[in-house]
């Protein structure tokens, strides 16, 4: 069953890179076309402008895609966070070899592209000096009022609508969208991606190798395994915290790991 799964992640691979490479120049086309209307509007319009388009664009880490993303004042943060998908798909050669469980890449990327979207737009917030937190707050306080705009209601009212679906469909899936402040809980998802895609991913890999029986799933090596994958997926690896002075309380290697996936993920 393994050599069946490292084909298919191999043909995923494959398929995945080609595509990113296919569509690298119409993505820095894209976003450099939007330099004059972003040089024209205040920041939080900026951000919704870019946003969506730095995140397709943070798969590469080439000099050209850097000083592009730069040239719109994403300086400190953003760039910082940008990863090359050649080597990211090669650590998760990698890691397939090392590990005993079963780890489909279509799915490792979908929720690592979630991720990913939430992580970019906190940085773009930082780098162009926005609290999302209390930009949120604000919406939420506006969205009883009559001069609300329709269409951002109608994005809220989706997104609820999203959120109920999930919880029918997939009960393990964490969207935690509340009904009164919902701008709010997008902002926290952005602000705290990792507790919310890479906990679903956790799950959905867990519950994937269980239903296979592959082997026995022991969620103590699960979580051992996983935490080795987080060196892979983190986007800002100071989130590791795996220094010698972090590790001095624990046993030994496996109970560090283990904590950190029940604290950092889990809780």
Do not use: C
């Not at 592209?113 to 999302?132: F, H, P, Q």
């Amino acid at each position: 069953m393994k050599e069946a799964l490292k084909k298919l992640n191999k043909k995923f691979k494959e398929q995945e890179l080609q595509r990113l490479a296919n569509e690298r120049e119409g993505l820095i086309h894209a976003l450099e076309n939007l330099k004059e209307d972003y040089l024209k509007i205040n920041d939080l319009q900026k951000f919704v402008l870019i946003a969506e388009n730095v995140f397709k664009l943070s798969f590469y880490k080439d000099d050209e895609v850097i000083e592009v993303v730069k040239s719109f004042g994403l300086l400190k943060y953003t760039p910082n966070v940008f990863i090359n998908n050649t080597d990211f798909f090669q650590a998760l050669d990698g890691y397939q070899e090392q590990v005993e469980y079963l780890y489909p890449y279509e799915l490792v990327w979908g929720f690592y592209e979630r991720y990913s979207s939430s992580v970019i737009k906190e940085k773009i917030a930082l780098d162009l000096k926005i609290d999302l937190s209390d930009v949120g707050r604000k919406v939420n306080r506006q969205i009883n009022n009559l001069n609300f705009p329709p269409i951002l209601r109608d994005v809220i009212d989706d997104l609820k609508k999203l959120a109920d679906l999930l919880k029918t469909e997939i009960p393990n899936y964490k969207m935690p969208l509340s009904d009164t402040n919902p701008l709010t809980s997008v902002m926290h998802i952005i602000n705290y991606a990792h507790k919310n895609e890479l906990y679903n991913l956790y799950h959905f890999l867990i519950d994937f190798n269980r239903e296979l029986n592959f082997i026995d799933v022991d969620e103590g090596d699960f979580k051992f395994e996983f935490y080795a994958l987080l060196e892979i997926l983190y986007r800002t690896k100071g989130q590791l915290n795996n220094s010698e002075k972090a590790k001095a309380n624990y046993y030994n290697e496996r109970q560090f790991r283990v904590a950190h996936v029940n604290r950092n993920i889990l809780s």
